[in-house]
């Protein structure tokens, strides 16, 4: 059913219930260099299609059992169709046909009298065009990861760290689940820059991010660089236990990097303070309260010693709740607790 393969040849399916007419477009898309699939129907194109993922389609409107504007509107719903162009061929141009295979992503439609000359010009700039548009979409994606990056970290930064947390609070708002945040600070950064050089500051931070990136699992949590020493995660449908769970993995596996800081006042390595918090978000909020409520949580970790994180469980400030920190807040100032 399909020619030999070359690496650089295009692949088009050609999906038609006449086997005479299947042979002569094989035959002549051969002779230009295609590559060749055929299929005889619709549930076998679809079949075909997901396998092999043709860069063209070739589609008979007319065909038994699913005729091709619903084998169309099949292969167009799915990820890979989106972006390859699906050229409908006809016996008799039916405008109310034709008008519905557009609707549904056709991307073209042909009649099957059309001289062969004109058939290959139409095809040649419907992947000229699906190239296009696919090396336009990198790039925009491309662009996209590039506005949302910290240039330094490679980890979100403040503008995505914001649109996301606003979007999971709006959603968290429909489905009443818990969002938890944590906000982290590296211990005594500034004295470690004045020791070490803004070079190696910029180092420590790129292996922190990818520290805390690291003891995240899930894709839906996200980590951003908050602001100069500071990062952000965010959780999405994590209650307390677990936003206390990572909270304690990050500044583990942070302490657990042993980079020195000789002049920390702690101990002889970079260490990480962590405030935390987790609420279900209620209609007409905003999402500014969980941090706020989680800076506050960071500032009571700072105080109580650094090397440590403190979570606060509601965004009522009067709700009475435990405080967790690496070691009681009466022990000695010293690193460990992992």
Known sequence: MTAPIEENQLLALIVDDEPFFRTVLRLFLEQDGYRVAEAENSIEAINIFEQLHPDIVLL????????????????????QGQHTPILMLTSVEDERSINHAFAVGATDYVTKFLPLSILRQRLKRLIEQSQLQQKLLAANQQLQLLVNLDELTQVANR????????????????????????????????????????????????????????????????????????????????????????????????????????????????????????????????????????????????????????????????????????????APKRCGFC
């Open 159 to 330: 503008r995505r760290f914001e649109e996301y947390l606003s979007l999971e609070w709006q959603r968290q708002i429909r489905s009443q689940q818990p969002l938890s945040l944590i906000l982290c600070d590296v211990d005594f950064f500034k004295s470690y820059n004045d020791t070490y050089g803004h070079l190696a500051g910029d180092g420590t931070l790129v292996k922190i991010a990818r520290a805390i990136k690291d003891a995240l699992k899930r894709t839906a949590d996200l980590v951003a660089r908050y602001g100069g020493e500071e990062f952000a995660v965010v959780l999405p449908d994590t209650d307390a236990l677990g936003a206390i769970h990572i909270a304690k993995t990050i500044c583990c596996a942070v302490r657990t990097l042993a980079i020195p800081h000789r002049n920390s006042l702690l101990c002889s390595h970079i260490t990480l303070s962590a405030g935390s918090t987790t609420v279900v978000p209620q209609p007409n909020s905003d999402f500014q309260q969980i941090i706020a409520t989680a800076d506050r949580a960071l500032y009571q970790a700072k105080a109580a010693g650094r090397d440590r994180f403190i979570h606060n469980s509601s965004l009522d400030s009067s709700f009475a709740n435990p405080s967790y920190s690496l070691f009681g807040s009466s």
């Open 60 to 79: 008979d409107i007319s065909m038994p059992d699913m005729d091709g504007v619903e084998c169309c509107n099949k292969l167009h719903s799915s990820a």
